[in-house]
């Protein structure tokens, strides 16, 4: 692609209208930032089959090949994902999790009871090495999430110098005692998690001291390790808890700002996860979208605070949050996962690609097993969800540099309510093609775009698209490739005209050369 500024001029309709609704893509010739990969992020919590039975299915185990309990399937699935980084131990897991008893002779480690999940007792087979040594299996860098409420700065600290320090000290010879001899130079260090709840049920204030007090003694004076420190920061809409934060806290003391926010219907009565009607869809939806407001409303506090944008709005847990599965147990988060799902993760990466700016970072939740999962597992079984192909698809725009896009969308009505029907986002890669992403989230209307492109001749269009028959439809372990991408054949281009037609409910990829 040339250099010079190129315009993209996207006209949305509906039904084959064209001129109703107008979008613009401009390429700069001096990109002012990248998308970040680690936007791509994921999460696992010693919660459910997240860990034990998800990731990690034991050293003994002959039916299902293995690494070091390490699930190959899965490892083979998250390095196609290209995962940039990987958060554990929790979410709430966390401020329980003393990670000293998940080191050393695996006999001799002291169970643990879950008390956040399920009542369950764990026996802490997979500790600090299974996890950081998984990390290089899967090509992830390890976000460790340290415990604030029940464990003190010493022992926070004290598990820096384990995974970092290549010396002599206390932590480092016990490293070693225990099998690993180089460090692995973990950067990425949560300091709590929800610090507003099952964090700890503190205020903003007092968890900004909190903060302050681990965040000095992590790393020494000027963090010569380059240690990136994340705040717990606000769940959903509490503006005053960043607020609080960024008014508060030392920038040389933070590199990253939490947030948390889940699409959910209503938290008493969140409905099923694959048989829900339009009404529940579009509830959802509407839930799902909020994230724009969000991401808009938290950077503007940050704004004032850090003007130059140099601590980053870190989304570490997002995606969709139903009843569990009939059946299962409720403690374990266990939900299918259908082309809703799909929906959410397209207009979720969009706001964040659109946002990069200021979002550095994000983790869906999570992984395998639980809640927006991107795999699902059933003993030697293993299976890709909706949300898994988008975020494949979505990868070309990891480390691209991104190009302003601002779109004014039909609506996708339901009743009296209305959503914004098409979103989107769009990046160049290194060898200087473009990429466009599209989301309709119209759950019976087609939209018609039209690409007309200004100032550079393009020779080619491609793209793959993510639909299926039903909203509802879904992967099982009996129909594991119901829903896969498939090559788009709804994009013609003549000339500088780009004329594109998406179905309902449905995620397209462009590549245009």
């Not at 717990?232 to 934060?245: H, Q």
Request: charged share 20%.
């Amino acid at each position: 692609m040339k250099n010079a500024i190129l315009s993209f001029l996207l006209l949305l309709g509906t039904l084959g209208v064209y001129g109703q609704n107008t979008a613009t893509i401009t390429v700069p010739a001096k990109p002012d930032r990248t998308i970040s990969r680690h936007i791509y992020g994921h999460f696992a919590e010693h919660l459910g089959r997240c860990i034990y039975g998800g990731f990690y299915v034991g050293e003994d185990n002959t039916k299902i090949p293995n690494t070091a309990g390490i699930r190959h399937d899965v490892v083979d699935a998250l390095k196609k994902l290209k995962v940039p980084n990987l958060r554990w131990p929790g979410g709430c897991f966390a401020d329980t999790y003393h990670w000293k008893d998940g080191i050393g002779p695996k006999a001799q480690r002291p169970t643990i009871v879950n008390t956040w999940w399920g009542g369950v007792t764990e026996n802490n087979s997979f500790g600090t090495h299974d996890f950081l040594n998984m990390c290089e299996l899967i090509g992830a860098e390890p976000y460790l999430a340290g415990n604030m409420a029940t464990g003190g700065v010493q022992e926070l600290a004290d598990w820096v110098q384990y995974t970092n320090f290549a010396g002599v000290s206390p932590m480092s010879k016990l490293r070693r005692e225990n099998g690993r001899d180089k460090p692995w130079n973990v950067k990425f260090w949560g300091i709590g998690n929800e610090a507003w709840g099952c964090g700890g049920n503190m205020t903003a204030e007092y968890y900004a001291n909190e903060y302050r007090k681990y965040a000095t003694f992590v790393s020494d004076w000027t963090n010569t390790g380059g240690l990136f420190r994340i705040a717990s920061g606000a769940n959903s809409g509490d503006f005053n808890w960043t607020e609080t934060l960024m008014k508060n806290v030392p920038k040389n003391l933070i590199e990253g700002v939490a947030l948390h926010h889940y699409a959910v219907i209503d938290w008493n009565k969140k409905g099923p996860s694959t048989t829900f009607s339009e009404q529940g869809y579009f509830a959802t939806m509407k839930s799902a979208l909020r994230m724009e407001e969000l991401v808009q409303k938290h950077s503007a506090i940050m704004d004032k605070y850090d003007p130059e944008k140099k601590i980053a709005l870190v989304v570490d847990e997002w995606g969709g949050w139903y009843e569990v599965e009939p059946g299962t147990n409720p403690g374990f988060l266990y939900q299918q996962n259908t082309m809703r799902d799909a929906m959410i993760a397209g207009s979720t990466l969009n706001t964040f690609n659109n946002h990069s700016d200021r979002v550095r970072m994000a983790n869906l939740a999570q992984a395998i097993n639980v809640l927006q999962a991107v795999i699902l597992t059933d003993e030697e079984k293993m299976l890709l969800t909706p949300t898994y192909h988008v975020m494949e698809m979505y990868n070309v725009h990891q480390d691209a540099t991104y190009l302003p896009f601002s779109i004014k969308s039909a609506d996708y009505t339901l009743g009296t309510e209305k959503l914004p029907a098409v979103n989107g986002s769009a990046s160049r890669d290194k060898n200087g093609v473009t990429h466009v992403s599209l989301v309709n989230i119209d759950a019976k209307n087609k939209q018609e775009v039209s690409i007309n492109i200004d100032g550079a001749t393009y020779r080619s269009v491609s793209g793959r698209i993510l639909t299926s028959k039903s909203l509802q439809d879904h992967n099982t372990f009996a129909k594991p490739n119901l829903i896969t991408p498939s090559a788009f054949k709804g994009a013609k281009l003549k000339g500088n005209n780009l004329k594109v037609e998406l179905p309902p409910f449905s995620v397209v990829v462009l590549e245009i050369k």
